[in-house]
């Protein structure tokens, strides 16, 4: 079901919508953003997709730099 769900969500840019709403969002949601990626990333296209997506790993560093 993920896998469906990621490959709509991809081509509609969902990856990039949950990128700008993990940069707004308190560390709570954040949280729950992290997950549903790890969850994406289960999958080989999910995580060469992710990969891929520049702005998610900017992000990913961010996330590693914050306090």
Do not use: F
């Amino acid at each position: 079901m993920i896998k469906i769900w990621y490959m709509n969500s991809y081509k509609n840019g969902g990856l990039q919508c949950m990128i700008k709403l993990g940069r707004k969002a308190d560390q709570n949601h954040q949280n729950y953003i992290l997950r549903a990626l790890g969850q994406v990333m289960l999958y080989v296209d999910g995580m060469n997709g992710i990969i891929a997506h520049i702005e998610t790993i900017q992000w990913l560093y961010e996330l590693l730099d914050s306090p």
